[in-house]
């Protein structure tokens, strides 16, 4: 069998996968549109002028009034994008004369998760004046105006964690001090609950696919994944085949289809220090339509938490312990928690993880794809300590 060049995928490859792991049509496209261009140039550093006169020209297609752009300045934040924050002077609708901090968020040339500025868009505009969110003004979905696909929200005040606390690379191992805990970890939980029991049929998710029977949701995230390892990964890992195995034979079944954040934890939401205020939930983009255990998988994850002063209890985000989180989701929502597909979605969580981090993080950076080469090849070593721990998970439950 000749040995595929997956740095230079022809298209009869890119075909074959397409057909063997379908998914939500814009996740194929924007996975398939990876594929495309991988053989193209590495990432090239983009100036703030470019990205200036890129956004304007965006603007500009939306807006028939005079505006101005200015004290542009790189954002830092994010493993996987580019960010420039701004101020819009201009003549907003229903508001009038104003000067609006404003965030570009862009794609590099290649991302260790590669996924939808329009989905994230839609998504964002969807739960406006439900949750707190950033409001969204314009997306760039096909990278028309700006070097890649791009999108335009409001700066949202706020810290992701306490100033005095520390905290790992992307939010990991940030510690909360008790006077937080409580007024946080309310609403961490509230907003959980609200956003599982968003009414999504009433909004504009035209970028999603809405699932039918009780396992397409779940069948599309795993044909998802395993398209996302088959075409990222450098050698065959024989314990990722058999975790895909196991996940496709014991897939739950769907009671309620939720809108999923995808990535919901410390570290991707903001708070107003003054009043312990969450202010804005950020990075949306790997949002879907599908089961709520996910997110309370991905929330309660020992690397988003720490233990208690008594040095044993561990707290769900540093806010509070996993039986008393679970115990009010389950009041906040009326939906109820099932320990046996929490344990289905550690595992898929994890490979998913792996897929992200030993796959395509990997070939992002030795391919100098990304402007975080050095972020993103952190990551990818912590891959054989989540492959150790899929194996110890693989082991209890075969």
């Known amino acids: 069998m000749n040995r595929i060049d997956k740095d230079r995928p022809t298209h ?81 609708p229903g508001v009038g004369p104003a000067l609006t901090p404003m965030v570009l968020r862009m794609e590099p040339s290649e991302s260790i998760t590669e996924t939808s500025r329009l989905r994230e868009y839609q998504v964002i505009k969807a739960v406006e004046g439900y949750l707190p969110v950033p409001p969204t003004y314009w997306v760039d979905a096909e990278g028309r105006f700006l070097p890649y696909p791009a999108i335009v929200y409001g700066f949202a005040p706020g810290v992701a964690k306490p100033s005095a606390s520390s905290s790992g690379v992307s939010g990991v191992g940030t510690f909360m001090p008790e006077s937080v805990r409580a007024p946080l970890g309310a609403q961490y939980v509230e907003h959980l609950a609200k956003l ?42 024989p314990l990722m085949r058999l975790t895909m195995a196991w996940l496709r034979k014991n897939m739950p079944a769907l009671d309620h289809v939720s809108l999923i954040h995808g990535d919901y934890r410390v570290g991707n939401f903001l708070f107003t220090e003054e009043d312990n205020r969450i202010s804005a939930w950020l990075d949306w983009e790997l949002s879907y339509l599908g089961d709520r255990h996910e997110d309370l998988c991905w929330a309660t994850k020992e690397a988003f938490g720490h233990l208690a002063e008594d040095g ?87």
């Open 12 to 92: 009869d490859w890119i075909e074959q996968l397409r057909r063997r792991f379908p998914c939500e049509r814009e996740i194929d496209r924007v996975l398939t549109r990876k594929l495309q261009r991988r053989a193209g140039p590495p990432y090239a550093p983009v100036s703030l002028e470019t990205l200036v006169q890129g956004t304007e020209a965006l603007i500009r297609s939306e807006l028939d009034a005079p505006f101005e752009i200015l004290e542009a300045n790189w954002l830092s934040g994010g493993a996987s994008k580019l960010q420039m924050a701004f101020k819009l002077k201009w003549h907003q």
């Open 196 to 237: 599982h029991t968003f009414d999504w049929r009433q909004a504009r998710l035209d970028a999603f696919d809405k699932p039918a029977g009780p396992t397409q949701a779940l069948e599309w995230q795993l044909n998802r994944w395993e398209r996302v390892w088959e075409e990222d990964i450098n050698e065959d890992v």
């Open 312 to 398: 044993k209890t561990f707290l769900v985000g540093g806010l509070m312990p996993r039986e008393e989180f679970f115990a009010a989701y389950e009041k906040s929502s009326g939906l109820s928690v099932c320990s046996a597909t929490l344990r289905y979605y550690e595992l898929f969580n994890n490979y998913k993880c792996v897929a992200i981090c030993l796959a395509t993080g990997c070939r992002a950076t030795r391919n100098g794809k990304t402007h975080q080469d050095v972020l993103v090849a952190w990551l990818s070593g912590i891959s054989y300590t989540l492959l150790d721990e899929l194996r110890r998970q693989l082991e209890e439950v075969l």
